[in-house]
């Protein structure tokens, strides 16, 4: 959340969307990029088809701008590309909590956002779950996992893969999943836990003509990424919960670009970061909750391309107050961070929430923010060691109403005064990036509005609505290739016989620029759908046949023709869940 506490989202002056494991189960989907394309305001640029590549963006933002976090494990790359959402498989999911805007007096270096992922505890009871799907182009997906309790310690363990033999050349993917976690109730309020994550994928990123090169080139990527957290809990019940935290993460990559010349290049990078975090939420009165929390950690880096490994070392600490007086919720915080590249910040954010009666909320909140630039971008190209930290303050206003029976309808405005905005300067020979840069001002604005009915006679609509404006307040021109506009539609209807039928549609305006040599399609819908059939428990088993139609009306959406969209295509499948 917002606080990194539990609290009510009605007491959040922040501007925050949850989804849970049900919301997914009932979306076309494969893994967490695919599930968060459905988000108003957030938009996932694919490099082609399943199992390929995503480039997240939340209200316009930069992907280095959102921080993605997984049980308090910063799964961020010192080299500044983006996480593989698609690695991030749905079924170990317990809720994904989506912060839009900057994030950092709590969170860090977020200046666009957080995306923080919970993952599923053990249950109670003894639960598998097996589930296989089945679609065009061989896409497969086979997964299975086991919970309970045995011996006093609580397990949840589930394995996963997909693939497919790819919608267009050279696109064969084959993505890997594993994942456990271990809890142990020890007494007298103290827990604890271990867990461990490891995804691997092996994949074609397809075949293209570089008019640059004169040539016709491929490219193939491996990805190792493990994760683990060892963590000791404390709840007295009443007032209090602490825990401290430690963590190790390893992310491997390697890319081979393969010409028709002939001529082969190969780029191969190794990460790793180990750290601790340490939070603390203390109910200080029936009206007030004080959470604080400290972390730190060290990351290192080794690319081929560098001449030599690079790491650094991060630190920080936060307090963040909630308190309520009459229809006023008061939110404030601050963060100290320090960074042994790229320096120190302070984060402070303050906000309020009024609850104004008739089941109507307004909130308000400024916040400042800040993200570092990717270690590496000091060195890419001709390099640039006086790049520093992108930093803004943030403002959001807005309002959430139940006022109309059975309608949800809310609305939030949003500002980002940006300083030393990044960018990237292309070589106008090749269109290639050269140098990374600090400009001096941008700002982006816009508005988001989402809508969502309550289910009557089965039947539930949402609809959602973002515009950004961004620019580059020294050149006063419109920064480009961004997502402009987006509309988020879906319909839901429980049938009878114990059936459920979702429809999504997705519309985004990626605004490219007007010289941008890779003839973007957009400005149109992309329709999804999923048709489930749910057989009620008999002895011990409940079960699910699935039907999905992808891009139902066959329509092109992307920002670059070298990676398009796959058209219409279905799959099927079935998953069974045993008590």
Not at 239 to 250: A, C, E, G, K, P
Not at 540 to 545: A, I, N, R
Not at 559 to 574: A, D
């Amino acid at each position: 959340s917002a606080t990194r506490y539990e609290t009510p989202q009605s007491q959040v002056a922040s501007d925050i969307t949850v989804i849970t494991k049900e919301d997914i189960s009932y979306l076309p989907v494969h893994d967490l990029s695919e599930a968060l394309n459905y988000i108003p305001g957030l938009v996932i640029d694919r490099n082609g088809g399943p199992g390929q590549t995503v480039t997240p963006s939340i209200q316009g933002s930069d992907t280095n701008h959102i921080k993605f976090v997984i049980d308090d494990i910063p799964l961020s790359l010192l080299s500044g590309d983006a996480i593989d959402l698609t690695m991030m498989p749905v079924e170990n999911i317990e809720r994904v909590e989506i912060v839009k805007g900057s994030a950092s007096s709590v969170w860090g270096a977020s200046l666009g956002g957080v995306v923080n992922i919970v993952t599923r505890s053990p249950t109670d009871e003894p639960t598998a779950e097996i589930g296989f799907s089945l679609g065009d182009k061989e896409t497969r997906k086979y997964n299975g996992l086991a919970s309970g309790k045995k011996g006093g310690i609580g397990y949840f363990l589930s394995a996963g893969r997909m693939e497919t033999d790819g919608f267009f050349s050279n696109q064969k993917a084959e993505i890997n999943t594993l994942y456990g976690k271990l809890i142990k109730e020890i007494g007298n309020g103290y827990s604890a836990e271990a867990s461990y994550g490891h995804n691997n994928a092996d994949r074609g990123l397809g075949q293209y003509y570089d008019p640059y090169a004169g040539a016709t080139y491929s490219a193939d990527n491996e990805m190792r990424d493990s994760y683990g957290r060892l963590k000791l809990g404390y709840s007295n019940g009443k007032d209090l919960d602490t825990s401290v935290s430690i963590y190790d993460r390893v992310f491997y990559y390697k890319r081979t670009d393969t010409y028709d010349i002939p001529s082969t290049s190969v780029t191969t990078g190794r990460e790793n970061s180990y750290g601790m975090v340490l939070k603390s939420g203390w109910k200080y009165s029936s009206n007030g909750v004080l959470s604080a929390g400290a972390e730190g950690s060290h990351a290192t880096t080794d690319w081929n391309y560098y001449p030599k490994e690079y790491d650094t070392d991060k630190g920080a600490i936060y307090l963040n107050d909630i308190h309520t007086a009459g229809p006023l919720t008061l939110n404030t915080a601050i963060r100290y961070d320090n960074d042994s590249v790229f320096g120190s910040d302070i984060s402070p954010s303050a906000g309020v929430v009024f609850d104004a009666g008739h089941s109507t909320l307004f909130r308000l909140n400024a916040a400042r923010g800040f993200t570092p630039p990717p270690l590496l971008a000091r060195y890419w190209g001709n390099g640039n060691p006086d790049l520093h930290a992108e930093r803004a303050w943030t403002y959001q206003a807005g309002i959430e109403s139940h006022i109309i029976p059975m309608l949800l309808a809310k609305a939030t405005f949003f500002r980002a005064d940006i300083e030393e905005m990044l960018d990237w300067l292309y070589d106008p020979l090749t269109y290639t990036e050269d140098k990374v840069v600090n400009i001096n001002k941008a700002r982006r604005q816009g508005v988001e509005v989402e809508a969502k009915t309550d289910e009557y006679k089965g039947l539930s609509f949402s609809y959602g609505y973002a515009f950004n404006d961004i620019r580059d307040l020294e050149a006063d021109a419109t920064i480009k290739n961004r997502a402009r506009i987006t509309h988020d539609a879906g319909v839901s209807y429980r049938g009878p016989l114990e059936t459920m039928t979702t429809v999504k549609g997705h519309y985004v305006w990626l605004n490219a620029d007007d010289g941008w040599p890779f003839n973007a399609k957009d400005k149109n819908f992309i329709w999804d759908a999923k048709v489930s059939k749910y057989f009620a428990k008999w002895k011990g088993v409940m079960g699910e046949l699935f039907v999905s139609v992808h891009n139902i009306f066959d329509e092109d959406q992307f920002l670059m023709e070298i990676y398009p969209n796959p058209g219409r295509w279905i799959e099927g499948g079935v998953s069974l869940t045993f008590y």
